[in-house]
């Protein structure tokens, strides 16, 4: 494959790299510690910690590991 996308969940470096092609493309997406932010607060949850670890196992097995942060807030304070 020209690109492997994964999203939120465990992967195979073995299986990713069997796949992808020479000059291939894995993208990566992974929570950051602001991942359902909203609702750990409401609720009194811990954030979430394994950010670094994901990005220290990618760079591990695949090289020009790069980290790009793009956030949305879905669910604006109201104002009364």
């Known amino acids: 494959f020209d690109a492997v996308i994964d999203i939120l969940s465990p992967f ?8 992808l092609k020479k000059k291939g493309v894995f993208i990566k997406v992974s929570p ?4 359902l932010k909203e609702i750990r607060d409401l609720y009194g949850f811990k954030e979430y910690e394994k950010e670094e670890e994901v990005l220290e196992n990618l ?3 695949f090289k020009n590991v790069q980290k790009v942060c793009l956030t949305q807030e879905f669910f604006k304070k109201r104002r009364f």
């Open 59 to 61: 760079k591990k097995h």
């Open 12 to 19: 195979m470096h073995s299986e990713v790299l069997r796949i």
């Open 32 to 35: 950051t510690s602001l991942y």
